[in-house]
């Protein structure tokens, strides 16, 4: 397909790391001082040279192919305050990153028009959101195999990566957390991780070869769409241990690529079994990154993301 230009947002800096590798120039609004939502290209990802700064009094003078909004204040204020009327009858696109927060099954998505394609980046966030007449598209993850990094397991302890997690509370699972270490050996990572008690932010380049170390990977959230950190630790070759809600019942093999339940006791004497025996968790690591690499490699990603751009520029 053509080469598009995409006006869009830095919401998930991650997730706009993987989306920029399909083949199109993305522009990202910034505010001075880069508040959150308006970071534009920033921070310490590498991005390619097809992803470029654009601040937000110059957007109305752009010309665009198509809009990608990632949150509900660019959908119902941005787009009517700093979009020409022009630019708001351009093909648009919606990916809601998350669950719905005030009522989990009946919540109305904010996308009313029927005209916008709302993108779920899992299958349960499609399930549960309420959004008739809307169009709706899922494209699960895709995130890029890390280069020269492989599993080592050497460390005996487990690995948990969540942003603000003390901020954020129990739907993130700071609570499990804090339990579940009174039991186990775990290190925490990620934005204001030392709030917790955790070590600090790693940098994303840097968390494959850094989480490679440890014997496993724990995912102590309750209730969100599935984390890139943990498809990126599969990626890896670690094994996963977390809990049975949400997407995560359906990516990890129980038993096999690592172990879920809604048992947070069970979980506890799982992680000490892996403690305990490096090579299941070898195993079981090298059972993840199968399953990362056959259902969330960055080339599937690529081309579901093209096909719903050529959708909507239909």
């Known amino acids: ?17 993987y989306l920029t590798q399909a083949p199109h120039d993305f522009f990202v609004v910034s505010k001075p001082g880069r ?12 991005w390619g040279d097809n992803v470029h700064d654009l601040p937000l009094e110059e957007v109305a003078q752009q010309e665009f192919d198509c809009i990608i909004f990632q949150d509900d204040h660019q ?36 996308v009313d028009d029927p005209a916008v394609l709302l993108v779920h980046v899992t299958h349960f966030n499609a399930l549960m959101w309420h959004g008739p007449g ?3 598209r899922v494209i699960e993850h895709g ?18 990566v969540v942003n603000n997690i003390a901020r954020r509370g129990r739907r993130l699972g700071g609570d499990i957390f804090q339990q579940v270490r009174e039991q186990v050996s775990l290190d925490l990572v990620g934005m204001g991780a030392e709030e917790a008690g955790g ?29 890139l950190a943990v498809i990126e630790a599969m990626m890896v070759g670690m094994p996963i241990v977390g809990l049975a809600t949400t997407e995560m019942a359906t990516v990890i093999d129980n ?5 879920v339940n809604t048992d947070v006791g069970k979980l506890t004497g799982q992680m000490k079994l892996l403690l305990a025996d490096p ?12 399953c990362a690499m056959e259902r969330f490699h960055i080339e599937r990603f690529v081309a579901d993301w093209n096909a719903a751009l050529k959708l909507v520029a239909a």
């Open 75 to 110: 959908y119902l204020e941005d787009q009517h305050q700093y979009l020409n009327a022009a630019q708001r009858r351009l093909p648009r696109i919606y990916i809601e990153h998350d669950t719905p927060r005030e009522h989990p099954t009946d919540m109305r998505h904010p």
């Open 143 to 160: 995130v890029l195999p890390p280069q020269g990094v492989s599993y080592q397991g050497h460390l005996e302890r487990g690995i948990v």
């Open 199 to 227: 070590i600090g932010e790693v940098l994303h380049a840097q968390l494959p070869a850094f989480s490679a170390q440890y014997r496993f990977f724990f995912n102590p959230i309750r209730y969100t769409s599935l984390g």
């Open 1 to 17: 397909m053509r080469r598009m230009k995409i006006l869009t947002w830095h919401t998930h800096g991650s997730y706009l790391y």
């Open 279 to 290: 090579k299941l968790a070898r195993t079981m690591g090298e059972a993840a990154r199968r």
């Open 134 to 136: 809307i169009r709706t």
């Open 35 to 46: 508040p959150p939502g308006y970071g534009g290209r920033c921070g310490h990802i590498p």
């Open 255 to 259: 038993g096999v690529s690592g172990f």
